[in-house]
């Protein structure tokens, strides 16, 4: 007998649960695009190079295009749709809309979720490769224009609204030390 070249699986997305049958080589993108309709993660490139598709997956951003949909069986996937609560827009989505943090706004779901992992990131203290002070005992660096810049390189804009992203950036990381002070 051939070997199945399809699975039946669960992939958990924003907290709800979606059983589908995939070919092996489907991408999560594609089956958060074409077969869930979560179409607010958008496609770019395809291979890894822009971050408009990007994601959470149990917190931390990836790229949807380079992940195979069985192999986030089990996971935690948070898409655009997942980010605000309910209603209420995640200080990131706010800061962006403050901000104009966007032109076309094509790019602007993959660096939404993208700055949400990396303010947690910032404030877990992980450094990034402009971070003068790496030890440990540290602590989160200052987050610089230079910092933002550096810790969103991996997501592009097409459009160059690079100034008012990272100031959309800087503003939702303020909000999130003023909360968690
Ligand atoms: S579409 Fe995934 S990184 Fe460009
Ligand atoms: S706002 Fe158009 S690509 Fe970023």
Wanted: net charge negative; with cysteine; charged share 20%.
């Amino acid at each position: 007998m051939a070997p199945s070249t399809s699975s039946d699986i669960t992939l958990t997305i924003n907290g709800e649960k979606y059983p589908l049958t995939v070919d092996h080589r489907t991408t999560l993108l594609d089956a958060l695009r074409e077969r869930l309709d979560l179409t607010g993660t958008k496609k770019g490139c395809d291979q890894g190079q822009c971050g408009a598709c990007t994601v959470l997956v149990d917190g931390r951003r990836a790229v949807a295009c380079l992940q195979l949909a069985v192999a986030a069986e089990g996971r935690e996937i948070t898409t655009i749709e997942g980010v605000a609560d309910g209603e209420r827009l995640h200080p990131v989505q706010q800061a962006f809309l403050d901000l104009d943090g966007y032109q076309c706004g094509y790019c602007t779901p993959g660096q939404i979720c993208s700055a949400v992992a990396m303010i947690e990131e910032h404030a877990a203290g992980w450094p990034s490769a402009v971070t003068d002070d790496v030890r440990p005992e540290a602590g989160p660096p200052p987050l610089t224009a230079d910092e933002i810049r550096e810790r969103m390189s991996g997501n592009l804009c097409r459009c160059g609204a690079y100034v008012s992203i990272v100031q959309a950036v800087a503003q939702a990381a303020a909000v999130d030390e003023e909360a968690a002070a």
